[in-house]
């Protein structure tokens, strides 16, 4: 009785050659590759277009056209997230006899090349793998860690994206040899019973399709009665879903007072109208959509008192910005503001009613924002007071 | 070319950097929680997804009749790479108890339906193969 050697342990490790499935292949990796960067290349930029929507850059002035605009962006970034999750688990797997290549002992050099190239897909892979996992969770509102989920999620995309273009970079001649080669072997039909990689990438490929017809109901109409795994299933009060409720934002008492007046604030002029005189002015409805950043969205009829008449009728300019405050006393973004080209466009409304009745507690009572071309959290719910800021 | 790989290869890591420099501000926990996610996410692929993959491909390989082994992989590909996609949804975790307009679709039902088709369409299609096979063996002896 001994203890194992080093060595005994080693021989126990499996080497690449030891996996025998012949549907592994480089021209199997670099067409599921192609498919998964197309994927997290959409991902990135309609990521990184999400997050200017929220914090509008002073040099891109986003603006309330096209009105679906963000319904349409956001739910790319959540459908092609979800499509890229088969796709990186059918190319991990097309790649995994590589992770047990022992490292080179010729030189020092030759160690340290692989050891960067090893250290470079651990970060792709760590950062694909979170980048996938932490939005999966996000759009369950289901949040199982200790990071601020917005920041970290933009911060490890860098990383995503940045390791991606290295990989590219580094496997170029591969990815060119993978794709000028035919997918299968010639000499597949020796086995009638291998399966051949064309059925690996059409399997994959069919997995990613599955996945995003089986969710995207949440954002296109037409698919919801299909998409059986969607988060949501467009049904709600008045017929459209709710983020946060009344309850879990802390606003039911101050939504509930009878005493309830909007403040509109002008320069040191304060006008305070309660819920009956905003229902006694002007009244406009326009279609326009929830669009939430975990890629669900509906349109909805809204009726109610367009922002800059409010504050032309205070005294102010209906082209200034307007900074909107909640009554809900828990949460983020119980403030947003309004770029002045949303405050211009009469669409931008302070919403009474909804789907043709009075809003309901948890979409809002007694008045909320709703603007063409926003994300769903600055579509402020509860409001208090509209105050002119610029 | 080599250059091309050069410069993609350096605005890469300099992607990569800018990433890490936006984490510059966050807090102990909050970096310790990003590590322990980025690390899990390799853990839980290296060391238990892709070798309980590889180990029932080695099972199937074993057991299985050949004409179900191409069958069984594809319908193996979906059922486990649609499982993960609709973990969350079926965990039961996520969500708010006080808004029902999230989470609420019978999921496990749906999930036991695929479950289903795939393994019927896998059976059905081994099935096929086999008779097409025995057919093909049958005319070839006449």
Known sequence: MRLPTVEDIERRIPRPEDFQSRARGTQLTARVGVALGIAFGLCFLTGLWSHAQYDPPGWLPIGPQPTQLYRVTQGLHVLSGIAAIPLLLVKLWSVFPRLFIRPPTSSWRELAVEGLERASIGALVGSSVFMLASGLLNIAQWYPWDFSFRATHYAVAWIAIGSLIVHIAVKLPVIRRGLGAQIDHPEQHLDPDAVARRTVLVGAFASAGLAVLLTAGQTVPFLRRLSVFAVRDGQGPQDLPVNRTAKAAGAVEGATDPAFALEIVVGGRTVTLDRDQLLALPQRTHRLPIACVEGWSRNAVWTGVAVRDLIAMAGGDPASEVTVRSMQTRGAFRTSVLPSQFVEDHRTLLALELNGEPLSLDHGFPCRIIAPNRPGVLQTKWVRQLEVTS | ?142
Do not use: C
């Not at chain 2, 309980?52 to 179900?68: K, N």
């Open chain 2, 1 to 142: 070319m080599r250059a091309a790989r050069f410069i993609l290869g350096a605005i890469g890591v300099g992607f990569g950097l800018w990433g890490l420099w936006l984490m510059r501000d966050f807090t102990g926990q909050q970096l310790v929680s990003t590590g322990v996610w980025l690390a899990g996410g390799i853990l839980v692929h290296d060391a238990v997804l892709a070798p309980v993959t590889v180990g029932l491909g080695v099972l199937a390989s074993r057991l299985l009749p050949g004409h179900f082994r191409a069958a069984t992989s594809v319908a193996f590909l979906l059922w486990a790479t649609l499982t993960v996609v609709f973990l969350p949804v079926l965990s039961g975790q996520g969500g708010k108890p006080d808004n029902d307009s999230i989470l609420n679709r019978p999921y496990l039902a749906s999930w036991l339906v695929l479950t289903g088709v795939l393994a019927g369409a896998a059976i059905i299609a081994g099935l096929r193969r086999r008779a097409h096979a025995s057919g093909a063996a049958a005319t070839a002896e006449d």
